[in-house]
């Protein structure tokens, strides 16, 4: 194996060097389904756990009743649950995939000053914002014609708060969301701090939405003060996220996690089989695998190490070649001869896990050099999309294909974070690009609060996650879960835990995630069936095969329905 371009010890990254997953600088993740906490007649929540141990029984807080209990217990008839319920399922009147289960409504007292930021009617929730100029974001932007702003993101945020508080059960206290706008850059580490610490002193609230998608010093301060966040830093390992339980949250996988799924991918379905995806230099030839990556900081390389270890020792598998390179703009003096070293090591398959700028770089400088290796991707965020696939020389992506956390796309006519938005405002959120994000982090919020009760604190926040259902997933929405479920090692403080099998087609011709027409999209194998760790078919893969595939649903997929509700008028 050989080891080109390793950071220098000691050595700072610059100022785009700290990519890590990028899913909040465009917005093309999950509408997650709403957690559920399941129950008996004796008052004991025992959630079903899809496959995971989930370590025990679960104590029902104070006033939660969900339907599902309430039908155990033969108390359905006795609940006037109102409008906001379809009592014929036992699910909230919501167009949604897959459907929330409805709770009694309360009408009691709010339960008081039960932690920072909650008080008997309100819950303080800071959404936080990038800079309005921030100039990485708007080089980012650029990249792909995405105009929302900070101050449209936060419109749509309180827009779905909104929608959500219609019909959601959240005690007798509303959500109260406050802006707080970034000082500095998304990878100022000092602006982060600061901003941190500022929230924490003067805005003391429950939690916070959102941070600064390249450094995790934002969501470190918040932790040391006791302050829970939600999608607030780049992805970490299992062992950060448990050193700073329960206060850090996320909905993608953790950083270690993808590696093991990328791994398993390549061991199962890719080796010891020839490069018949690649170009003709490489297609008749025993597949020999290379390693692209982003290395930024001590955490880069320890995912490295635990990529290669994995694939050795659980698939007999290694590396002709590893190049890093520290950002994507450094990378262009850099990735002629990264691709020379990887032709002249014969490798015929490149593993490629970074930021989703840096492939253009590299698929033209390997057009140039007349080479066309397989490409693998590997679940780096953005990467997996088809407003950045269109960025990158297609002579070159039409070779590539692999594992992704994203799940099948479907038009917003039919489903998803715009559809909703149309359906109860009839009109697009104001940030159409961003919403997709949005509303998962906000979904995610109310599940919580809806199964917490009025006892809320950030105890009991990770006690009913933990303690919650399994969402399973389907070709429209991916499997998520938290906690000790066996489905992870350590506790799993991330949301996604499966994945699918996807191919560029670049004949194939429609709208990208924002909107935009062109050419270029992904293909979903097998309608977009998902994978859990474990899980993955050890065959070859069914990629650049039309045969079942899709690349956008126009309508619902069999087996999948929304209900025809009318939307209620706002609470």
Known sequence: ?????????????????KWGPVAAIVAVVAVIGFLVIGGDDDETATPTTAGGDNGGDVDLPPNVLPFSVAEERGEVDDIDWGERCDVDEGVLALP??????????????????????????????VVYTSQENDPILSFIYSQVGNDDTPAQ?????????????????????????????????????????????????????????GGP???NAFADTLAANDVLCISCTPGQTIEWYEERGPYVWDIQKNANQSTLMAAEYVGKRLAGGTAEFGGDEVQDRDRVFGLIYLSSSPQSEEIRQQLETTLEDDHGVSFAEVASFQDPISLAGQAREILARMQDSGVTTILYTGDPLAPQTLTENATAQD????????????????IFGRTYDQEQWQHAFGPSNLFARVS????????????FFGEDPPARTSAPLILPNLQFLYAVLQG????????????VIFGADIVEGNV????????????????????????????????????????????????????????????????????????????????????????????????
């Open 213 to 215: 998608a390249l450094t």
């Open 371 to 386: 080479y066309f290796p397989e490409w693998v991707i590997t679940g780096s965020a953005l990467v997996d999309t088809s």
């Open 412 to 423: 917003p006519e039919v489903a998803g974070s715009v559809f909703l938005h149309r359906w």
């Open 153 to 209: 993101e936060f419109e749509t945020y309180r827009s779905y708060n909104e929608l959500l508080a219609t019909y959601m059960e959240t005690y007798g206290r509303e959500v109260e969301l406050v802006r707080y706008e970034a000082t500095g850059s998304i990878d100022d580490e000092v602006a982060a701090t600061t901003d941190a610490e500022t929230i924490a002193r003067d805005l003391e609230p429950f939690a916070v939405i």
């Open 476 to 571: 429209l929405s991916p499997q998520i879960s938290w906690g000790e479920r066996g489905i992870w090692p350590g506790v799993d403080y991330a949301g996604v835990d499966d994945q699918t099998e996807v191919w560029w087609d670049s004949d194939a011709t429609g709208l990208d995630e924002t909107g935009s027409e062109g050419s270029g999209l992904w293909a979903y194998v097998d309608g977009g069936v998902r994978y859990l760790p474990g899980e993955w078919p050890e065959s070859p893969p069914r990629v650049f095969d039309p045969e079942g595939a899709v690349t956008v649903y126009t309508d619902l997929p069999e087996g999948i329905t929304l209900p025809d509700y009318e939307p209620l008028p706002p609470a």
């Open 96 to 125: 949604l995939n897959p459907p929330a289960e409805c709770f009694a409504p309360y009408t009691g007292d709010g339960g008081g000053d039960s932690a920072t930021g909650v008080t008997d009617d309100s819950i303080r929730v």
């Open 1 to 17: 194996m050989r080891t080109m371009n390793d950071p220098e010890e000691g050595g700072g990254p610059s100022v785009v060097a």
């Open 452 to 463: 917490a009760g009025t006892d809320l604190t950030h105890e009991m926040f990770e006690q």
